[in-house]
């Protein structure tokens, strides 16, 4: 009972994060799944990814209906990522935990970096960035090429980490593609759904067992929090919740980092 009150409370906090914030709240999820439930890492991811494919496809539906989805934009930066996925999703399995503990720490410690460096002013930055791609995500043959780059690579974190990558998608895609930052959210869950599936797919030949139980409540409550993260967003400063979110980054990366050296 313990057990299942902590997959719905930390499920929530997912949900919670990755409403407010668009993006990165699904990287608490493996550290949630390990220290909370007591996961082994490599279930962790593969639960990690079940968790990314249930929250990011409600919150896609969502942005296709207001029309922030970029699709041709997102489908090539997604096609470059599946091979990359999919491999990555075979080998995380057979990898020893200490260093999937380890890799993980440093991906939650740069993100909670570039979390805290980005706690500007709500916006800054972005009308210009949109201004100068012309709101219509066109990719010329060296974007393409950097596309495939950028995409290869979340790919292969995303396969290997069991997290969405949103973090990383979204200033790659607004960077490189030129999508606008009105539409970069939504594009990015499109890349990190179609990541997500393949990876899982191939991680289902491996051995590693899942709790069900403890999976679907998270799931669950992680979606339903989506939805209050949202309500939170129209309340309070895009900066505040980025300093806060950044802050429980860091500190779940000094655990992770420090559990992997001990």
Same mark, same amino acid.
């Given at each position: 009972?313990?057990?299942? /009150?902590?997959?719905?409370?930390?499920?929530?906090?997912?949900?919670?994060?990755?409403?407010?914030?668009?993006?990165?709240?699904?990287?608490?999820?493996?550290?949630?799944?390990?220290?909370?439930?007591? %996961?082994?890492?490599?279930?962790?991811?593969?639960?990690?990814?079940?968790?990314?494919?249930?929250?990011?496809?409600?919150?896609?539906?969502?942005? =296709? *209906?207001?029309?922030? /989805?970029?699709? *041709?934009?997102?489908?090539l930066f997604a096609a470059a990522g599946l091979l990359p996925a999919a491999a990555a999703g075979l080998v995380s399995a057979h990898l020893p935990a200490m260093l999937v503990t380890a890799m993980f720490a440093?991906?939650?410690?740069?993100?909670?970096?570039?979390?805290?460096?980005?706690?500007?002013?709500?916006?800054?930055?972005?009308?210009?960035?949109?201004?100068?791609?012309?709101?219509?995500?066109?990719?010329?043959?060296?974007?393409?090429? *950097?596309?495939?780059?950028?995409?290869?690579?979340?790919?292969?974190?995303?396969?290997?980490?069991?997290?969405?990558?949103? %973090?990383?998608?979204?200033?790659?895609?607004?960077t490189v593609l030129g999508v606008p930052m009105s539409a970069a959210v939504g594009t990015s869950l499109l890349v990190i759904v179609a990541n997500a599936l393949v990876a899982l797919a191939a991680r289902a030949?491996?051995? /590693?067992?899942?709790?069900?139980?403890?999976?679907?409540?998270?799931?669950?409550?992680?979606?339903?929090?989506?939805?209050?993260?949202? *309500?939170?967003?129209?309340?309070?400063?895009?900066?505040?919740?980025?300093?806060? %979110?950044?802050?429980?980054?860091? =500190?779940?990366?000094?655990?992770?980092?420090?559990?992997?050296?001990?």
């Amino acid at each position: 009972m313990t057990a299942l /009150v902590l997959a719905l409370i930390a499920g929530g906090v997912v949900g919670l994060a990755l409403g407010a914030l668009g993006a990165g709240g699904s990287i608490l999820t493996v550290p949630a799944l390990v220290y909370l439930l007591g %996961f082994a890492p490599s279930a962790a991811t593969t639960a990690g990814l079940v968790v990314v494919i249930g929250t990011s496809l409600t919150a896609l539906l969502a942005h =296709a *209906r207001a029309g922030a /989805v970029l699709w *041709r934009a997102g489908l090539l930066f997604a096609a470059a990522g599946l091979l990359p996925a999919a491999a990555a999703g075979l080998v995380s399995a057979h990898l020893p935990a200490m260093l999937v503990t380890a890799m993980f720490a440093v991906l939650a410690g740069l993100a909670a970096v570039r979390m805290l460096r980005s706690a500007g002013p709500a916006g800054s930055g972005g009308a210009e960035t949109e201004a100068a791609a012309g709101g219509n995500g066109a990719a010329g043959p060296a974007a393409a090429g *950097r596309a495939a780059g950028a995409g290869a690579g979340l790919g292969a974190v995303t396969g290997l980490l069991g997290v969405g990558g949103g %973090f990383l998608a979204v200033p790659a895609l607004v960077t490189v593609l030129g999508v606008p930052m009105s539409a970069a959210v939504g594009t990015s869950l499109l890349v990190i759904v179609a990541n997500a599936l393949v990876a899982l797919a191939a991680r289902a030949s491996t051995a /590693v067992q899942l709790d069900w139980a403890l999976i679907m409540p998270f799931l669950a409550t992680a979606v339903l929090g989506a939805w209050d993260g949202r *309500r939170l967003a129209a309340k309070v400063s895009a900066r505040a919740l980025q300093r806060v %979110f950044g802050g429980v980054l860091l =500190a779940v990366a000094a655990a992770m980092g420090a559990t992997a050296l001990l």
